[in-house]
């Protein structure tokens, strides 16, 4: 069984500190392939020290970066599209509005595959890190509280041959973890 520890970094929206600060935060959380993305979600809400839930979602991402399939948490699956078809117009405005007309000709007929006849979402309890396919995974977006939009980026940074006996579990932490709610007598 492969083991990752994977660093969750913590993107500045919304903003977190005061302008000019480069803070960076990030927590590693070890999961091995049997562990799911509720499961992630669980280890991270309890990283980033929250305490009120709220929805969450992940989303794939290739080489590209483009979207490939979106996550999200049981409470909220249906079997939906990952995101509303797009009509052939639409998807060649998309394709020139985000200065992808350089891409190569591969990466825009996948834009137009995935755009046009989406994968079906995904339920994170159902969805195992090894569904996931990690050695072809290049990052994953979490996004947890979708009114205040705490935004992730996750990286595999290791891996290794072993199991993990219990849940997944929090190895390192970097930088100042902001409240999830700021304190607005201050």
């Known amino acids: 069984m492969t ?11 919304p903003p977190m500190f005061e302008p000019g600060e480069d803070e960076e935060v990030w927590c590693d959380i070890e999961v ?5 993305l509720e499961e992630l979600h669980e280890a991270i809400f309890e990283a980033f020290d929250r ?3 709220h929805m969450y979602e992940f989303m794939t991402y290739d080489e590209e970066g483009m979207a490939t399939r979106r996550y999200v948490m049981p409470q909220s699956y249906g079997g939906e599209p990952s995101w509303p078809p797009m009509e052939p117009e639409e998807i060649e405005q998309a394709i ?3 200065g992808a007309t350089d891409a190569s000709a591969e990466a825009k007929e996948r834009f137009r595959n995935l755009r046009s006849d989406p994968p079906e979402e995904g339920n994170a309890a ?3 890190i090894a569904d996931l396919d990690p050695t072809d995974l290049n990052w994953l977006y979490y996004q947890f509280d979708f009114g205040d939009g705490w935004e992730h980026v996750i990286e595999i940074e290791d891996s290794r041959e072993e199991s ?3 849940d997944p579990r929090v190895c390192e932490k970097y930088g100042p973890i902001p409240p999830q709610y700021p304190d607005l007598d201050e």
């Open 96 to 98: 020139s509005q985000v």
């Open 32 to 36: 091995d392939e049997t562990h799911t």
């Open 126 to 128: 159902d969805t195992t």
């Open 164 to 166: 993990l006996d219990d």
């Open 3 to 13: 083991v990752y520890t994977l660093r969750i970094e913590l993107a500045p929206n």
């Open 51 to 53: 305490w009120d839930a």
